[in-house]
């Protein structure tokens, strides 16, 4: 099998504190994991992309201090909002790439909605 | 500069009538065509990896093909828990994943 989990499934916050999301890949080790956000009716956007003991690669304009990803091991990895304000609600996803396997085949976590107050 | 386009962005069938979702792309270097199916409040759940054009996949009710330009998902006789957003997604040369906006497919019963 291949799945992706994450925790929480849903948070609720107030805007300028922090919000820890993890990522754990349960059947399998993870070469990469991907971090995604989606607003409503609208496609998956990558935010990030991370490797296992090295530093993630953001994409363009995604602020690397505000969106704090750490990849301690080969089936955890978290994404960290921090100081979150309400236009950083939105629905997050994480995928993982086997170990071994195909770089392109991503396994989707099922998502974490954060909403900021 | 590298796209992935879907339509139509939403569908509508009866129960058992057939139809096709279309994707089309324009990236360097395609290292492979994916299609997911997404439910509500959920990640994506993979189809199908499509790598080289005269590619055919089938699951089910599914079947993905795959051209120089675009891919499609045929839907045969379709069920109303086929109802669902399905996207698709190409990773370019650069190990780039870019997705589609997707495709809702409404089946009534």
């Known amino acids: 099998g291949a799945v992706v989990s994450q925790h929480p499934s849903r948070v609720i916050c107030k805007s300028g504190t922090s919000v820890k999301i993890e990522c754990r890949s349960l059947?399998?080790?993870?070469?990469?994991m991907f971090w995604y956000r989606q607003f409503p009716k609208q496609s998956l956007m990558l935010m990030a992309t991370?490797?296992?003991?090295?530093?993630?690669?953001?994409e363009q304009g995604v602020e690397k201090d505000k969106f704090l990803i750490n990849h301690a091991s080969l089936t955890l990895s978290t994404l960290t909002v921090t100081s979150a304000h309400p236009e950083d609600s939105s629905f997050y996803i994480c995928?993982?790439?086997?170990?071994?396997?195909?770089?392109?085949?991503?396994?989707f976590g099922p998502g974490t909605r954060l909403t900021v107050l | 500069e590298d796209q992935v386009t879907q339509s139509p962005e939403a569908l509508r069938l009866q129960e058992g009538e057939s139809s096709s979702l279309n994707c089309s792309y324009t990236?360097?270097?395609?290292?492979?065509l994916f299609w997911y199916r997404q439910d509500p409040g959920k990640g994506p759940e993979f189809l199908f990896t499509?790598?080289?054009a005269g590619e055919e996949k089938e699951k089910e009710r599914l079947k993905a093909t795959l051209t120089k330009k675009e891919s499609f998902l045929h839907i045969t006789a379709p069920k109303p828990e086929d109802s669902a957003t399905y996207l698709c997604?190409?990773?370019?040369?650069?190990?780039?994943?870019?997705f589609g906006a997707g495709t809702r497919l409404f089946v009534k019963a």
């Open positions: 499509l790598y080289s």
């Open positions: 059947d399998f080790q993870a070469t990469t």
């Open positions: 995928s993982a790439a086997k170990y071994g396997g195909s770089y392109n085949e991503q396994f």
């Open positions: 997604a190409a990773t370019t040369g650069g190990f780039k994943t870019i």
């Open positions: 991370s490797n296992e003991g090295s530093k993630a690669t953001y």
């Open positions: 990236v360097s270097g395609l290292r492979g």
